[in-house]
């Protein structure tokens, strides 16, 4: 990191430093050995995770959700699964177990070479259909998958200082002071998409990569049409807001936050490379760069709606009590059902989702 620091004259945006401490090679949080997916910390049944997620919890997250991906396959007249950031392989074998002959191929785009071993260790009973790869070919059909990927997308951060009556923007990067990681602010024309009100200093982040990469994936499905392909879908699940809610004036500290052995803090320029380092999810400019790329909005709603609406209650029906139990933290209110959200685009002309039959909030977007 330092050495990125100085070839670059001292200072580099947010952007580039969560890019090098995620991914960098070898060195990065998502390019080294550690465990990262569990449910349990260090030296607790020798798993030393740092955090879980949904497909970590209950299989009756991707048995769910497959009814979705499901429906989008019959739609689409596809066979072919894409999952980004596959993680433990834990969803892909709850799509693959549940959804069986409708997919001939599922293809795990994953920068991790370490992640990828865990997956295919644990995905061994379906290794004639799955493959790997680690970008995007020039073109692609069938139904894309992203469960917490957006939200590990590298960030711009703007700090504004001063507030409304003459404040002006930075963009908040990283430098070094007496050999240690500081933060700096350089002046910046960039701003966040919304005026926000009030005299108060403010941090907040832009998220030009994980729109690019909604409009590049808009670009590969119209490329997969144009040469006589079918198009396709694709939904994301992850924690955030609309726009009008990511940049309300109360959220003046941002969204960034690191996670290390099931504990969250704020500081991303400590144990760089071992831990996780977000932000959330502005689903409005999410939607807007689909729409502006091709894409048709599916629908936007909270897990909780969403995982509903695709059967998970008849599902928790003829489930053991335990199982019953870690389903209800994905549709709690206070723990992932309200905090995360789903948005679903698909090529074409849109169709009725079945995940957002009910309580579509595209309206807020």
Known sequence: MQRAIQSAGGWIGF???????????????YANSGAKFGTMPEGVKGEGSDFVTAPE??????QTLAAQVGQALVETGTDEVWEFGAGSGALALQLLDTLGDKVNRYTIVDLSGTLRARQQALLTRHGDKVRWVEALPDALQGVVVGNEVLDAMPVKLLARQGGHTGGVWHERGVTLADGALAWADHPTELRPPLDIPGPHDYLTEIHPQAEAFIATLADRFKASQRSGGKGGAAFFLDYGFPESEYYHPQRHMGTVMCHQAHRAD??????????DITAHVNFTGVALAGQDAGLSVLGYTSQTRFLLNCGLATAMEAATTPERANALKLIAEHEMGELFKVIGFCTGEPWDAMGFAHGDRCHAL
């Open 266 to 275: 704020t500081n991303p320029l400590a144990d760089v490379g071992l831990k």
């Open 15 to 29: 952007d580039r430093f969560m890019a090098l401490a995620l991914y960098a090679p070898g060195l990065g949080y």
């Open 57 to 62: 919890l209950t299989p009756l997250f991707g």
